[in-house]
């Protein structure tokens, strides 16, 4: 009915980049809210950053100013450009979204996995 699906994962060293994607299809009405949570082992899941149709952000306090959001509202998508990218950064991502289908509900991805390390 409504999938999530996120890219962009992957290893990458201390103090680089990645960009993260995440892709919404199926039965959409409208998407209210798009983000992202993040989960280390021995961790429980956290908020990273969440944008709603508005343009309004939330980022979570370890990302903020590192850490970018953005939507493309015509495709159905939504990014997540981290920058300086440090060891604790290291975790499952998983895309989520606020979906009226037409009903609103939330919906998660399937995570992809992001590791900082030298």
């Known amino acids: 009915q409504v999938q999530l699906v996120e890219s962009g994962g992957g290893l990458v060293q201390p103090g680089g980049s990645l960009r993260l994607s995440c892709a919404a299809s199926?039965?959409?009405?409208?998407?209210?809210?798009m983000g992202w949570f993040r989960q280390a082992p021995g961790k429980q899941r956290e908020l990273v950053a969440v944008?709603?149709?508005?343009?309004?952000?939330n980022y979570g306090d370890s990302v903020k100013g590192l850490f970018t959001i953005s939507r493309d509202n015509a495709k159905n998508t939504v990014a997540l450009q981290m920058n300086s990218l440090k060891p604790e950064d290291t975790a499952v991502y998983y895309c989520?979204?606020?979906?009226?289908?037409?009903?609103?509900?939330?919906?998660w991805g399937q995570g992809t996995q992001v590791t900082v390390s030298s």
């Open positions: 989520y979204a606020n979906i009226g289908s037409p009903q609103s509900r939330a919906y």
């Open positions: 944008i709603t149709r508005g343009g309004t952000t």
């Open positions: 199926g039965s959409i009405f409208s998407i209210n809210a």
